[in-house]
């Protein structure tokens, strides 16, 4: 049986390694990692020393951060070896770890990876999402009136959510890679759930544009967290329904805000405006949820506590084929530089900014139809994420996707407006709302087309300021104090220059779409060529995009292969060596 991955020796891993660099990756526990940051912290504050002294006690950090990585990386070894080596997983076991078993001689079930963790992820999504609109509610009970917002105070309090986050980013992808993941996400949890408590005792705008930035900033990293925690626990084939269920969220809790805030509204009290009972009632829920999953929200599978050590093994075997690898928290300038160079990150940027449609609610009853849109996020999300799993291929279902709002702009633009017309302006926003599904599907294909930690983190800010560009621009579109409109009062109801730079946007959507495929096949080629030359076999078979119960048969075709053209039997060797898709030749890039 061929070994799918290698293990270096901890002698091998440290000579590549360089000792000034003090920033690692443990697999032994989350306890361990913030140690030699301690030790350097330490060093560093004490800036009163000579320069000798300070050479002298810098070699001592280094020796012991080298000291420690070398035992770290002996667990390591010593841990899969002493539970059997590695070895092929089965479907059964698979299975196991993914799904709610009994094990044999076990009394209790275990929770496994997708009742464990995606429940978590779902309602940290929701509460997000729930307190992030709860704004939008609240405008239908008074709250320009109670809190003595004048002019366009309401829209900058929109906007400066999405200022927030675009200023934020910059820190979002840093922490994502220097910081735990479970430790950044719970901390962004909790002080967004506080920000939006503290913001239910503002009675003024420049109080509330404080509380709502502070909101952004906190939630700035909740999606792009989440697209790597996916990319860190499920094959490529079952991200995106993963994906797109947490991102579902969106729409359910466009329909149970709506029903909240409809009874929420209604509470008689001369003690609290009805948008200080919103702002409360989201808050204090988000803050009660953030408790429990500071303590169950794991890390990463190496070190998740509600997987045995045999489970953790097989957690990693599910991913390896991934080639996409484990959380890195060594931060590499070198995968920020390879980012930024890479043609295909522009193209995941130019699609995250294919979208400027305004939004917002006029009246009571508008809240309630809010409830339909929301239906039709999750069902569009869902139906995208079973054909990419169906046919595995994501740019045909993508850009399929992307006619719907096409289409929706275009009969915008040609619909005549009057009270005869309204079943049918009702009819096209609710076809629009396809658009909801784009950007969990293009998270997706990304993050399923990209490796390297960093290489990552830093996409995950990429796409995300694109966004928030778009998010920036939407609650701005009628505002007189912005220069460049697109909805302009004048044209009012057709909207004609709004209409005219959506219909352009999405057409630039659905060609990159197109384009990018295109590349993406280009890569794979090259990589089949890459690997002919280092004498491997050219076709590999890319078990990430397939069903577990297929994995046995394909591995013992690909052993045939490999055989018949005297190709070497190693496979997904750079898996988990924080290597970026475009150095590794045995990455299979998704189309």
């Known amino acids: 049986m061929s070994q799918e991955l290698h293990i270096h020796t901890p002698k091998e891993e440290a000579s590549h390694i360089d000792d000034s660099k003090l920033a690692i990756t443990t697999d032994a526990g989350d306890s361990h990692e913030s140690q030699p940051q301690r030790h350097t912290l330490a060093f560093l504050s ?90 939008g509610y609240s405008v239908l009970f008074g709250i320009q009136t109670d809190a003595h917002l004048v002019g366009q105070q309401y829209a900058w309090l929109n906007s400066i959510v999405y200022f927030a986050q675009l200023v934020c980013q910059p820190l979002s992808v840093y922490a994502l890679v220097v910081f735990p993941l479970n ?9 967004w759930s506080v920000s939006l408590v503290i913001m239910a005792a503002m009675t003024g705008f420049p109080g509330l544009m404080v509380m709502r930035f502070f909101l952004g900033a906190f939630e700035a990293t909740i999606a792009p967290t989440f697209v790597i925690v996916t990319s860190m626990w499920w094959t490529r084939r079952e991200q995106p329904l993963r994906v797109n269920i947490w991102f579902s969220m969106n729409g359910i809790a466009g329909i ?3 029903l909240a805030t409809y009874g929420l509204g209604h509470i008689p ?11 409360l009632f989201c808050g204090l829920l988000s803050f009660l949820m953030s408790i429990p999953t500071w303590f169950l929200f794991p890390a990463r599978p190496s070190t998740a506590r509600f997987l045995t050590t045999d489970e953790k093994l097989i957690a990693l075997e599910r991913i390896r084929a991934n080639n996409t690898g484990e959380h890195n928290q060594e931060f590499k300038w070198s995968q920020v530089k390879e980012c930024l160079l890479d043609l295909k990150t522009w193209g995941w940027v130019i699609m995250s900014k294919g979208r400027l449609c305004s939004n917002g609610v006029a009246n009571f009853q508008t809240i309630l139809y809010n409830m339909i849109p929301g239906v039709i996020i999750i069902v569009s999300n869902l139906v995208t994420a079973y054909l990419i799993m169906r046919f595995k291929k994501k740019s045909p279902v993508i850009f399929v996707a992307s006619l719907f709002p096409l289409a929706s702009a275009v009969a915008l633009y040609i619909l005549p407006r009057g009270v005869q017309y309204k079943h049918s302006l009702l009819a096209v926003y609710f076809v629009l709302q396809v658009l909801g599904c ?29 966004l928030t560009v778009g998010n920036i621009v939407g609650p701005q579109n009628f505002s007189k104090l912005t220069k460049s409109q697109l909805y302009l009062a004048k044209e009012s109801p057709y909207y004609y220059t709004g209409l005219k730079a959506n219909l352009v946007l999405f057409c630039v959507f659905s060609a990159t779409v197109v384009l990018q495929a295109a590349y993406l096949g280009f890569l794979n080629r090259r990589n089949v060529a890459r690997r002919r030359a280092l004498g491997k076999s050219g076709e590999a078979v890319d078990l990430s995009l397939e069903a577990s119960s297929k994995w046995a048969g394909l ?27 475009l150095q590794n030749e045995d990455f299979v890039y998704s189309l």
Not at 183 to 191: A, L, N, P, S, Y
């Open 46 to 135: 004490r800036n009163k020393k000579t320069r000798q002294e300070q050479e002298e006690e810098a070699a001592k950090v280094n020796h012991r951060t080298m000291t420690y990585l070398r035992v770290e990386l002996t667990k390591r070894k010593d841990f899969i070896e002493s539970h059997g080596g590695l070895r092929d997983i089965t479907e059964q076991e698979s299975t196991r770890v993914q799904w709610k078993v009994r094990r044999q001689g076990a009394s209790v079930a275990e929770q496994q990876i997708d009742r464990f963790l995606m429940p978590m992820m779902m309602y940290m999504y929701f509460l997000q999402q729930l307190d992030k609109s709860a704004l």
């Open 183 to 191: 430790r950044w996400i719970c901390t962004c949890f909790t002080g």
């Open 256 to 258: 149970v805000g709506s």
């Open 269 to 279: 009290t001369d003690k609290l405006h009805s948008y200080q009972i919103i702002f």
């Open 438 to 466: 784009l950007t969990a599907n293009i998270m997706g294909w990304a993050f399923a087309n990209t490796a390297g930690h960093t290489k990552k983190s830093t996409l995950t800010g990429m796409i995300f300021v694109g």
């Open 555 to 581: 591995r013992a075709a690909q052993a045939q292969t490999d055989t018949t053209t005297g190709g070497v039997t190693q496979h997904n060797t750079k898996a988990f060596d924080d290597c970026t898709d």
